[in-house]
């Protein structure tokens, strides 16, 4: 059974910087896309990055301080966050679309992200 892992979350102060990693344990499945999403308590679940074959994308309000990477021999995808705002607290949640005999979206479980001014 495929799941997602993640870590790396924590409190800083604004300017800041944390790492967030996402772990996909399980096998028989190959990666098709990554992405970062957050939910904070201003607003409903929102895209931060996405990564796949095609390279990386942003949302606007964190382009040039956030950066998505992978490593797909080992299923794990990581989140460069520097210069965080307190906008930036929130549950960050990765997601990976999976394809095994299908293709599906798997979700972490969340990890969260605190900054303060």
């Known amino acids: 059974q495929v799941q997602l892992v993640e870590s790396g979350g924590g409190k800083v102060q604004t300017g800041g910087s944390l790492k967030l990693s996402c772990a996909a344990s399980g096998s028989g499945f190959s990666v098709a896309s990554m992405a970062w999403y957050r939910q904070t308590p201003a607003n409903q679940r929102e895209f931060v990055a996405s990564?796949?074959?095609?390279?990386?994308t942003y949302a606007d309000f964190v382009k040039g301080r956030f950066t998505i990477s992978r490593e797909n021999n080992k299923s794990s995808m990581f989140l460069q966050m520097d210069s965080l705002e307190p906008e930036d607290t929130g549950i960050y949640y990765c997601?990976?679309?999976?394809?095994?005999?299908?293709?599906?979206?798997?979700w972490g479980q969340g990890t969260q992200v605190t900054v303060s001014s």
């Open positions: 997601k990976m679309e999976l394809v095994t005999s299908w293709v599906r979206d798997y």
């Open positions: 990564i796949d074959i095609n390279g990386a």
